[in-house]
T-cell receptor, first 111, second 117 residues
Framework: SQQGEEDPQALSIQEGENATMNCSYKTSINNLQWYRQNSGRGLVHLILIRSNEREKHSGRLRVTLDTSKKSSSLLITASRAADTASYFCAMTTDSWGKLQFGAGTQVVVTP | NAGVMQNPRHLVRRRGQEARLRCSPMKGHSHVYWYRQLPEEGLKFMVYLQKENIIDESGMPKERFSAEFPKEGPSILRIQQVVRGDSAAYFC???????????????FGAGTRLSVL
């Protein structure tokens, strides 16, 4: 079974709007990351938030982490057509660094 | 400044044949991870290797699958006697392995798409 579940499964918005997606997980984590995957490509790291952090920003990205609820959210502000991709949360629960992924949210941004 | 290189990008095999997937990590990276992705799903961890050592293979099927990362050359994921259920995208990732949080950030190759006929 997957460690993470993402919501929504798919999201369609217009350019300029904000996109929010959520990730819930089951066990304690060391850190949580968000990755982006364009169709047919590999994953690209976006942002990492440690288990003792609550919020982190990187450019137009904002990530929150609530360890009491075992959930995280990714907000993309002022979306662009180039943000069209699948977004995955990934958890690290051990010292080796192996990632346990959610099923992803497909985001489509229309011009 | 090459990233993680995987080859081939696409691989077609008939049932019962062997599939060999190659991964060259980023320069300076000594940690390699293999993941499998089925259509419309997230990636599933398979195996984690360092040079000449398998550290964690808890995600690898017990039979037909093996992985290596020799002292010289790329990491190899080998699938013997492939079956249709092995059809998937296989991704390799590498990380620096040292230096605080950097060990957790992984850099992914473009993947090998295996189709079993």
């Amino acid at each position: 079974s997957q460690q993470g579940e993402e919501d929504p499964q798919a999201l369609s918005i217009q350019e300029g709007e904000n996109a929010t997606m959520n990730c819930s997980y089951k066990t304690s984590i060391n850190n949580l990351q968000w990755y982006r995957q364009n169709s047919g490509r590999g994953l690209v790291h976006l942002i990492l938030i440690r288990s003792n952090e609550r919020e982190k920003h990187s450019g137009r990205l904002r990530v929150t982490l609530d360890t009491s609820k075992k959930s995280s959210s990714l907000l993309i502000t002022a979306s662009r057509a180039a943000d069209t991709a699948s977004y995955f949360c990934a958890m690290t629960t051990d010292s080796w660094g192996k990632l346990q992924f959610g099923a992803g949210t497909q985001v489509v941004v229309t011009p | 400044n090459a990233g993680v290189m995987q080859n081939p990008r696409h691989l077609v095999r008939r049932r019962g044949q062997e599939a060999r997937l190659r991964c060259s990590p980023m320069k300076g990276h000594s940690h390699v991870y293999w993941y499998r992705q089925l259509p419309e799903e997230g990636l599933k961890f398979m195996v984690y290797l360092q040079k000449e050592n398998i550290i964690d293979e808890s995600g690898m099927p017990k039979e037909r699958f093996s992985a290596e990362f020799p002292k010289e050359g790329p990491s190899i994921l080998r699938i013997q006697q492939v079956v249709r259920g092995d059809s998937a995208a296989y991704f390799c990732a590498s990380s620096l392995g040292t230096g605080g949080m950097s060990i957790y950030i992984q850099y992914f190759g473009a993947g090998t798409r295996l189709s079993v006929l």
